[in-house]
């Protein structure tokens, strides 16, 4: 895959830089962004933590193809707006809250945040869509996808939806919020492609 692919002008998936360190820290700390993640799992979110992050979101493949994007805006000197990442249920260390019954046995969740200056503009539903086209199922080989949200994060669960995720199960008291280790019900979706 290439090193960028356009959400939808000005929009654009790209690789993270090592510029983009101080970015990654002040959304890290902005309540706007964390409050409806289970991460970051640190608070404050330091530099240190954003050099990690970067580097690993540098370096994370799966089979060659790149695991975690960057967010862009073209507009703005290509400015880091927001982050997406593909997990494969088979990657190493990978989380899936369950196992598609697909003939495969092999799924991708994803994780994603925006910056708030962002939000209604429909970039994220654009990008999860680019993710699952053209990362998960043209790169990846990757035909069932899941993702999960907490309960009444109206937002995450409108661009799962409009990506044609299903709701297929609210699970209870099932996710913990890594800083706070408050305990969170969670919506889990699906959507399994031919």
């Known amino acids: 895959m ?38 970051p799992p640190f608070d404050p979110y330091l530099w240190d933590h954003g050099e990690q992050f970067v580097n690993l979101a540098m370096s994370a493949t799966y089979k060659g193809v790149k695991k975690v994007w960057a967010i862009r805006d073209k507009t703005a000197n290509d400015k880091l707006i927001g982050s997406i990442d593909i997990r494969p249920s088979d990657d190493e260390g990978a ?29 994220m539903t654009a990008a999860l869509k680019q993710m699952v086209d053209q ?14 949200c907490f309960k009444g994060n109206t937002p995450s669960r409108k661009v799962f939806e409009n990506n044609g995720f299903r709701l297929v199960e609210e699970q209870e008291n099932a996710a913990v ?13 699906e959507r399994i492609d031919n």
């Not at 989380?95 to 970039?123: M, Q, R, S, V």
């Not at 919020?177 to 979706?189: A, D, G, R, V």
């Open 2 to 39: 290439s090193k960028k692919v356009v959400i939808f002008e000005p929009y654009y998936l790209g690789e993270y830089h090592e510029k983009d360190v101080g970015t990654v820290v002040e959304a890290m700390n902005n309540d706007d962004i964390t409050r409806t993640l289970a991460g």
């Open 95 to 123: 989380i899936t809250k369950f196992k598609p019954t697909n003939e495969k046995g092999l799924c991708a969740g994803f994780g994603f945040w925006l910056h708030p200056d962002y939000w209604g503009k429909g970039i």
């Open 135 to 148: 990362v998960g199922k043209k790169q990846m080989d990757i035909h069932a996808f899941n993702g999960d």
């Open 177 to 189: 919020k890594q800083t706070t280790k408050q305990i969170y019900s969670i919506w889990l979706f």
